[in-house]
């Protein structure tokens, strides 16, 4: 299947001359919930406000389900819900005339059924008639997500959608996005939470400097670049590893009571078989194992560090 | 066209106003109705009359001309200013609506704010003194084009501004001593001639100049001028919108 936005050598530099972009290529999939993580300054905002038409590309191209953005402009625009990453919104407006607002300005007759709707599934229906300014953090951002949707976007950009906003929220919040999804919204989130990442998105970017230094499947992302941790609990604490094991990458942990063994899993042969066999020839009994994968933090980390 | 979203900007501006009533429309109201009181009744009592018409009834159409151009370019030049100074100006920068249409939003809503606030100021103004409108057609005209012309120029000023003060300074420091000087309160003809041949190089008079014609029928300069003159603020302002939107200026990075 064509995939929903298709990105090509997008490069942006700003009047200022700093080039934010440096020439991005990726495709998103229809339905999918992408996260593109990456630290503060990597380019994510820049990439979003090219997609949606507030920011000018310097040069390359974007397409949204075939349209170009420049040259098809208008149905472009049409099917993306944007949620910006600063909480701006219009203060004396009530969150009712401010969400329809919006449905009327991406070209949609009113519904007041549907804004009806959307405002219940955000927790937002007793302060339809509030003034946005007096509401908290948490709901403007909420109301933000509910003019992003008052006017039924196929793609949905959130643009850090949960910083800023405390945990319980945080939680409500993702079930939200992942109703969404279920619902045949193409999401793309950008975080630096690398805890969001991994519950939700079906596919993550790596930006660093204006670069995509990969998008994977998490899945296999998480499999290819993940080390795993095999822990033995010992039945008897050891004080060192045993000159024999040396060759083997190995560490003691709780005291003595644990071996922690690392292998990639990207190898074919694992050496476990081996291992356990070289325990059992020096008499290393062993009362219980687990095996642990590397968190995409893990992951994260190294890949930045790599190319830093 | 878009005109669900024309539509909704053209709304959403007019439920500003309806928001903020007394500082849009009862403020203007007042402040003319001051003006009638010292101008009209306390001075106009020392003319008798000019170019043939009472001196309070020759101060309708310029004290209307006056409010409907300041008014005009503070409304549409906060309006448009107000989303880009909080931020919100990246929905419509991101929505699927052109720049002819968002213009038609902003511009025509600030617009229809001036000719109801023109009106309230005339029927103000019936309140004080006695007047007539030889050419019904010709008054609305020059009112609606007048306050479109200024409301494009406000809009242009809030895009061009990038701070309050700049938006504050630009109607103090030129709209509205170019409507004073304008011919609002007195006939350019009682000018000395030096005076006169300046006060032509005021844009204004000609507006003040037509709209009285519209009025009584007499007139400070030739009407014709008056509307060439209104048709091309019109074209001025249009042309500077439009280079605004084709080049992205102070609108998109
Ligand atoms: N309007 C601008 N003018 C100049 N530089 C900018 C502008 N906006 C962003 N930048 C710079 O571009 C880089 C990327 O910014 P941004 O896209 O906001 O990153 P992120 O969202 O990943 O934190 C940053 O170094 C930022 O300072
Ligand atoms: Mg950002």
């Known amino acids: 299947m064509q995939p929903i936005i298709e990105i090509r050598g997008l490069e942006k530099t700003y009047a200022s001359g700093f080039q934010a972009l440096k020439g991005i290529d990726l495709d998103i999939r229809r339905g999918e919930i992408l996260a593109l993580l990456g630290p503060n300054g990597a380019g994510k905002t820049t990439l979003i406000s090219i997609v949606c038409g507030i920011v000018r590309a310097t040069s390359g191209s974007v397409t949204v389900d075939g349209h170009d953005i420049v040259r098809d402009w208008r149905a472009a625009r049409s099917l993306i819900g944007l949620v910006p990453q600063e909480l701006t919104t219009e203060a004396f407006e009530s969150v009712w005339a401010t969400v329809s607002f919006s449905r009327g300005l991406f070209g949609k007759p009113s519904n007041p059924a549907l804004i009806e709707r959307i405002l219940k599934d955000l927790s937002l229906w007793d302060k339809k008639d509030t003034k946005v300014m007096a509401l908290s953090g948490g709901m403007k951002r909420r109301v933000l997500i509910a003019k992003a949707l008052s006017h039924e976007p196929s793609i949905l950009f959130l643009d850090e959608p949960t910083a800023g906003v405390d945990v319980e929220l945080r939680r409500g919040m993702w079930e939200m996005i992942g109703r969404l999804r279920d619902s045949g919204v193409t999401i793309i989130l950008t975080t630096h939470y690398i805890e969001e990442a991994e519950e939700m998105a079906d596919s993550i970017g790596v930006i660093s400097g204006g670069r995509i230094i990969l998008v994977e499947e998490k899945a296999a992302l998480m499999e290819k670049l993940g080390k795993r941790l095999l822990t033995l609990q010992l039945q008897n604490p050891l004080n060192a590893i045993p000159a024999e094991l040396a060759d083997y990458p190995l560490t003691l942990s709780a005291g003595g009571r644990e071996l922690v063994y690392r292998f990639d899993t990207q190898q074919e042969r694992t050496g476990i078989a081996g291992l356990l066999r070289k325990l059992g020839d020096h008499g290393i009994n062993y009362t219980n194992l687990r095996t642990e994968e590397s968190s995409l933090e893990e992951i994260f980390v190294s890949l930045v560090r790599e190319r830093a | ?253």
Not at chain 2, 59 to 65: I, S
Not at chain 2, 144 to 155: D, E, I, M, R
Not at chain 2, 197 to 226: E, H, T
Request: aromatic share 16%.
């Open chain 2, 1 to 253: 066209m878009n005109l669900h979203a024309i539509k909704a900007i053209y709304v959403f501006e007019l439920a500003r106003t309806w928001r903020t009533l007394f500082q849009s429309i009862a403020g203007p109201v007042i402040s003319t109705s001051l003006y009638f009181i010292v101008f009209g009744t306390a001075i106009g009592g020392r003319f008798a009359s000019v170019e043939g018409v009472s001196y309070g009834a020759f101060l309708v159409p310029g004290l209307v001309m006056m409010s409907v151009l300041t008014e005009s370019v503070s409304n549409a030049s906060f309006g448009i200013y107000m989303p880009r100074y909080s931020g919100t100006i990246y929905e419509v920068l991101s929505a699927p609506i052109s720049a002819f249409e968002t213009v038609i939003g902003y511009v025509g809503a600030a617009a229809t704010k001036s000719v109801i606030l023109g009106t309230l100021i005339l029927l103000t103004a019936r309140l004080f003194v006695d007047f007539s409108i030889g050419h019904p057609f010709w008054m609305v005209a020059f009112l609606v084009l007048t306050s479109v012309a200024f409301s494009l120029l406000g809009f242009i000023l809030g895009i061009w501004a990038n701070g309050w003060e700049k938006l504050q300074i630009v109607p103090m420091l030129i709209v509205t001593p170019l409507a004073f000087l304008g011919g609002s309160f007195y006939s350019i003809g009682m000018l000395p001639p030096f005076w006169q041949k300046i006060a032509l190089f005021n844009p204004i008079v000609y507006l003040v100049s037509g709209f009285r014609w519209s009025f009584y029928g007499a007139a400070d300069v030739p009407v014709v001028l008056s509307l060439a003159m209104t048709a091309l603020l019109l074209a001025i302002c249009l042309a500077v919108v439009w280079w605004i939107f084709r080049t992205g200026y102070k609108l998109k990075n």
